[in-house]
Nanobody, 126 residues
């Protein structure tokens, strides 16, 4: 049974840091592009970042998080990470990881992702 489970969420003050993890099980996720998305209360789900399949040599980020967030993957452990620095109140949301076999050009489209985790809450206080 293929499954993704996020962890590492919590509450942090403005300017603080947090690292989220996404553990995959039930299969090998090396052939999947792995993405992070977030959804704040009353708002639509939005793209955060993605890392390319296999070596992870390519990444892409939303403009709102560039320079602050870093996505990485450990294929040996089947774990995806999201390092978040310089956090702001508008980063508050439920963060979810996802996996897709679609082409790179579809990397920002949640409709193309096959597997999703349940999400982990991140709250940034002012």
């Amino acid at each position: 049974q293929v499954q993704l489970v996020e962890s590492g969420g919590g509450m942090v003050q403005t300017g603080g840091s947090l690292r989220l993890s996404c553990a995959g099980s039930g299969g090998d996720f090396r052939p999947y592009n792995m993405g992070w998305f977030r959804q704040a209360p009353g708002k639509e789900r939005e793209f955060v970042g993605v890392i390319v399949k296999w070596s992870g040599g390519y990444t892409d980020y939303a403009d709102s998080v560039k320079g602050r967030f870093t996505i990485s993957r450990d294929n040996t452990k089947n774990i995806l990470y999201l390092q978040m620095n310089s956090l702001r109140p508008d980063d508050t949301a439920v963060y979810s990881c996802a996996a897709t076999t679609s082409v790179w050009s579809a990397r920002r489209s949640p409709e193309h992702y096959r597997y999703w985790g349940q999400g982990t809450q991140v709250t940034v206080s002012s």
